[in-house]
């Protein structure tokens, strides 16, 4: 088998038509995603994504560069990601770098899973059929009656937990406090509460409101420091009860490492669309397993991140992100949905997901 082509396009779901108020929080790039398409001579079609950092560099980089180097390659070929790397990124960079080697990735493990009549998961180890969730439905246009109804269904629903976001809008930490203590009363005091500052609080206003919190019983505080500073991290794992997760936009295991060392993170949350590809996330899954670390991807792409935590692990629940459902909906026509708080692992070879060539091409906004 040969590659005989790689195009790789920029993606805004609104441009669809597709209403993003929930994901506003994320701003004007929020919804934004790149594709990368490899064909084959032999009729197989890889599909790969990632998300919206720099989104028409990362695909001017799978256009040009990678696409020169790899046409003509077998993509079945097991070194064949490994020689990528060595030529394009031998002093392990990451942003642009490893945003388009995550999108190549996952679209050359999309061929490999189909080329061999299996899906990504059962490829990369087949340890579940389905998974957990934890479902961010506490989105910050909400009001609290709004979060309470939200987070009670979902956990009706059977999800394992919810998740809210915080340090958005521009509310104070204390306005946050509330509208967290008001779902735990709506979710009762079993299921998961998780609350996600992306990166958004500094050093004193984690602590305050982690201390305010402290009733709340959170699973984890996520990403709750600006630049997932490991050392101020370390100061607020020292001091608060609860446990930090972080990592799903990051890039580079040593980061992840350094999180896990220097910071004191608890949960490790690696993202296949960011971390490099499954290949990489399985790396830092290994990781955090040798430090008793619990995983648990976030970041959304929960349709790529299912094979991930399925293929991988036999525990362990992941993030479905009411958020992002336009960015499913617009790549394949539909949304899988959890099942009695599973998200079950399609039956179809590869990433067993159907695209919507049409619905794509209408929401295409680089090349033009």
């Not at 949960?267 to 955090?288: E, H, Y």
């Amino acid at each position: 088998m040969r590659i005989t082509r790689i195009q790789a396009s920029v993606h805004r779901p609104v441009a669809a038509g597709e209403q993003e108020n929930r994901a506003t929080y994320a701003g004007t790039d929020g919804p934004v995603f790149v594709r990368c398409r490899i064909d084959t001579d032999e009729g197989i079609t890889g599909n790969g994504f990632t998300g919206r950092f720099l989104a028409a560099e990362v695909s001017h980089f799978l256009n040009h560069a990678l696409s020169e180097a790899i046409t003509g390659k077998d993509p079945l070929g097991l070194d064949l990601m490994a020689a990528i790397e060595r030529h394009f990124n031998p002093r392990a960079m990451t942003g642009v770098v490893v945003s388009a080697l995550s999108a190549l990735e996952i679209a050359l493990t999309d061929i490999r899973a189909q080329a061999a009549g299996k899906s990504i998961a059962v490829l990369l180890g087949g340890k579940r059929s389905r998974v957990p969730v934890h479902v961010t439905c506490g989105l910050p246009h909400l009001d609290i009656d709004a979060l309470q109804a939200a987070s009670s269904r979902a956990i009706q629903a059977g999800a394992a937990g919810v998740k809210i976001v915080i340090a958005a809008k521009g509310r104070p930490w204390q306005e946050d406090a509330e509208r967290i203590l008001a779902i735990r009363e709506a979710i009762g005091p079993d299921a998961d509460l998780i609350a996600d500052a992306n990166c958004g609080f500094d050093l004193p206003t984690a602590r305050n409101l982690a201390f305010a919190v402290s009733d709340a019983r959170l699973a984890w505080l996520e990403e709750p420091l600006r630049d997932n500073d490991p050392r101020r991290l370390a100061e607020l794992t020292g001091e608060i009860d609860c446990p930090v997760g972080a990592g799903q936009m990051e890039q580079s295991e040593y980061r992840f490492e350094q999180l896990i060392r220097q910071g004191g993170v608890s949960v490790i949350q690696p993202n296949a669309v960011f971390a490099g590809g499954f290949s990489k996330a399985l790396d830092v899954i290994r990781l955090a397993g040798r430090h008793n670390r619990d995983t648990c991807p976030a970041g959304g792409w929960d349709f790529i991140n299912l094979h991930l935590m399925a293929g991988a692990l036999e525990h362990g629940a992941m993030e479905y992100h009411e958020g992002h459902e336009s960015i499913i909906r617009c790549i394949s026509g539909g949304v899988p949905s959890p099942v009695d708080g599973y998200l079950n692992v399609p039956d179809a070879p590869g990433l067993g997901v159907a695209i919507d060539e049409s619905a794509l091409e209408t929401a295409r906004i680089y090349p033009r």
